[in-house]
């Protein structure tokens, strides 16, 4: 089974930025299509930003322009770059791996953005 792990997350004041990674147990990036998820305390869990295998890329209208979703085959790794962080980007972050059957989640990483 795939394992995922999110690190990079923590206290950042608005304006600010962080960048998160997630490391995969095995190289999946060719076969799998990867995103980043995020839900804040009482809402659900809503889709940031995704990558293919392919390199092609997409993203929440209220995340565009700020954050930057990026694969490292070599690495084993997928980043997300947020920057100009908001107070409503505050949410657990979740890496995830898909294909047409099956999904693997992390265990999340916390963001939060407050003064």
Same mark, same amino acid.
């Given at each position: ?22 490391? &995969?147990?095995?190289? #999946? *990036? #060719? ?19 995704? #990558? ?5 890329? $997409?993203? &929440? ?5 700020? *954050?930057? #979703?990026?694969?490292?085959? &070599? ?7 947020? $920057? ?6 505050? &949410?657990?972050?979740?890496? $995830? ?6 999904? *693997? ?11």
């Amino acid at each position: 089974q795939v394992q995922l792990v999110e690190s990079g997350g923590g206290l950042v004041q608005p304006g600010g930025s962080l960048r998160l990674s997630c490391a &995969a147990s095995r190289s #999946i *990036f #060719i076969r799998y299509t990867m995103g980043w998820y995020r839900q804040a305390p009482g809402k659900q869990r809503e889709l940031v930003a995704v #990558i293919t295998s392919g390199g092609s890329t $997409n993203y &929440a209208d209220s995340v565009k322009g700020r *954050f930057t #979703i990026s694969s490292d085959n &070599a690495k084993k790794m997928v980043d997300l770059q947020m $920057n100009s962080l908001k107070p409503e980007d505050t &949410a657990v972050y979740y890496c $995830n791996a898909r294909d047409l059957r099956l999904s *693997f989640w992390g265990q999340g990483t916390q963001v939060t953005v407050s003064s």
